[in-house]
């Protein structure tokens, strides 16, 4: 099965901040993903991959940067962060284009206080 | 707007019913997916429903998909505690964009 593992858990920072989200996968999957998932919205899509190097543009992407440095490892950066920030991050992985299925991590929940 | 939403924001029922949870969507479709959110969990699939197909089975979980009206059903019979989760239904349109639903919440009671 696959495993997709999110660093830290748990984050806080003050609004102006400078944080990083780590996730990495285990399974060789090609795309990897980054969703925010907030109450009355759902998940949506910040930023996406399809290997090493390559970075792709979601849904919300503004004031997030991503970066896909292996094909295990996807950062998300919130470089000068805001209390609009403030919620729970899933990244997820999938093997390859079409239909296929998402496995996600367990999340990281990030307030910007 | 929303491109795929759950019909019910929460619902609740005793432990050995069935419910049925029902999704509609606006955009083209490859496949309508089901998703199964644990308290302090990633989401993770319960069953994948292609384009073409109307009906899709997995232990006690059973799909639909009416692509005329654009809607799927998710149903679950002889529930159980453990079932005590949100459920999305997220469409897949192919191109690695899957728009997810806000979710139902489901609680079993025991």
């Known amino acids: 099965e696959a495993a997709v593992t999110q660093s830290p858990r748990n984050k806080v920072t003050v609004t102006g901040g400078n944080v990083t989200l780590s996730c990495r996968q285990t399974?060789?999957?090609?795309?990897m993903y980054w969703y925010r998932q907030d109450t009355g919205h759902g998940l949506r899509l910040i930023h996406y991959?399809?290997?090493?190097?390559?970075?792709q543009i979601g849904d919300v992407p503004d004031g997030y940067k991503a970066t896909r440095t292996t094909q295990e490892d996807f950062f998300l950066l919130l470089e000068l962060a805001s209390p609009s920030q403030t919620s729970l991050y899933f990244c997820?992985?999938?093997?390859?284009?079409?239909?296929?299925?998402?496995?996600f991590g367990a999340g990281t929940r990030l307030s910007v206080l | 707007s929303q491109l795929a939403e759950e019909n019910l924001w929460a619902l609740s029922v005793h432990e050995g019913e069935s419910v049925t949870v029902n999704c509609s969507y606006k955009?083209?479709?490859?496949?309508l997916q089901w998703y199964r959110q644990k308290s302090g969990e990633g989401p993770a699939q319960l069953i994948l429903?292609?384009?073409?197909?109307r009906e899709k089975r997995n232990g006690r979980l059973r799909a639909t998909l009416d692509t005329s009206s654009q809607s799927s059903s998710l149903s679950i019979t002889a529930t159980r505690c453990e079932d005590t989760a949100v459920y999305f239904c997220?469409?897949?349109?192919?191109?690695?964009?899957?728009?997810f639903g806000k979710g139902t919440s489901l609680t079993v009671i025991p």
């Open positions: 997820a992985s999938s093997d390859r284009q079409g239909i296929n299925t998402l496995y």
């Open positions: 399974n060789s999957h090609n795309y």
């Open positions: 991959s399809y290997g090493a190097g390559n970075l």
């Open positions: 955009t083209s479709i490859t496949a």
């Open positions: 429903i292609r384009s073409n197909e």
């Open positions: 997220a469409t897949d349109t192919g191109y690695q964009n899957f728009y």
